[in-house]
């Protein structure tokens, strides 16, 4: 694992819409297509939020009592609800996001918003692949169809516009890394997008998930770049100031923290650039009490590590951005309940 302290250098890489299911429940086999089925299938979910289905959904007798027996299949993080008998369409886009041709395949979700659709004989899975839902005034939900399991949701929308916005080749992206990116969007605590239509959903994901995707999505739409056009020895500084408050107590703390790295750039072939970490030095200060002029305590730290030189990737692309992936690590004090 690496030792580093600091590392700022991976800042670097650097109208509503409404959704309702017409016609019957359950999930039908796919249509449409030329040639017969490639015996490719794939599935998944369809959500959106609840208050939006309920306000142009009317439900059947039947349904309300179904709904008893077979709970949605809601995503809990967004506050979802499955879209029920909504016919899915499988299609190709455009680097706009508009259709290509005509509709590949067709099913429908059942009435727990599942869907299952064999793919046609010559389609493969690749980033302007899309399945879609639409709704009132031709508005939709759309997910890239780059993995076998392609859940449809105001995420997987977010994320094809996003990339729709950066400029990408959509038929150009390689299908592993739109994978692992929808994977990060995951990780992020997406509780705090939920809303009440899709119009405050995206909103929400912009504001939590937004700036993410716009490096992330810029860093793989593009080629790679010449990793041996920014090869050489850089420095990377941080500053960091902190502001410690309690609720029970009267006084506080404010410090400041500033952080030096040498670091060594090296071509490691096909847009991979080799960083070396060379050394690090810092400092870190504290002033604690009522105020800044009325402080009781003072603490003060410097450090240099000289260590053995520790070397990671980073990959280049043609737009020039330079992205570094790590491990998250974190450092708790169970004593004062301090992370």
Not at 27 to 37: K, V
Not at 57 to 68: D, G, K, P, R, V
Not at 309 to 319: D, I, K
Request: proline content about 3%.
């Amino acid at each position: 694992m690496n030792n580093f302290k600091k590392l700022a250098l991976i800042a670097a890489i650097s109208g509503t819409v409404a959704l309702t299911g017409c016609g019957g429940g359950g999930s039908g086999g796919s249509s449409g297509g030329s040639g017969g089925d490639s015996g490719e299938t794939i599935s998944g979910t369809a959500t959106a939020p609840g208050g939006v289905i309920a306000l142009y959904e009317s439900q059947s007798l039947l349904q309300i009592a179904a709904n008893f027996v077979i709970p949605p299949a809601a995503a809990a993080d967004l506050g979802l609800d499955p879209v029920k008998g909504a016919e899915v369409q499988l299609i190709r886009v455009d680097d706009n996001g508009a259709m290509i041709g005509d509709v590949l395949a067709t099913t429908k979700t059942s009435i727990t918003g599942d869907y299952t659709l064999t793919l046609p004989a010559g389609v493969n899975l690749a980033g302007n692949l899309v399945v879609r839902i639409i709704g009132q005034n031709n508005n939709e939900l759309r997910a890239q169809v780059v993995d076998r399991s392609v859940d449809i949701n105001p995420v997987s929308e977010f994320v094809l516009r996003k990339f729709i916005e950066t400029g990408a080749d959509l038929d150009q992206l390689v299908v592993n890394d739109v994978v692992k990116l929808k994977g990060k969007v995951a990780e992020f605590d997406l509780s705090k997008a939920a809303g009440a239509n899709l119009e405050q959903v995206f909103a929400n994901l912009a504001r939590e998930v937004g700036a993410f995707m716009e490096t992330a999505t810029a860093a793989i739409s593009a080629p790679k770049g010449n990793a041996a056009s920014v090869a050489g020895n850089y420095f990377n500084a941080a500053l960091g100031l902190e502001f410690h408050d309690s609720d029970n107590d009267s006084w506080g703390s404010f410090a400041n923290d500033i952080w030096l790295g040498n670091f060594i750039f090296a071509d490691g072939g096909n847009g991979v650039v080799n960083l070396t970490m060379q050394s690090e030095e810092g400092g870190y200060g504290r002033l604690s009490g009522a105020s800044v002029n009325d402080y009781n305590s003072i603490y003060y730290d410097i450090y240099t590590e000289d260590g053995e030189p520790e070397t990671f990737p980073g990959v280049l692309n043609a737009r020039g951005i330079l992205s570094v992936e790590g491990e998250f690590e974190e450092e708790l004090d169970t004593e004062y309940e301090l992370g």
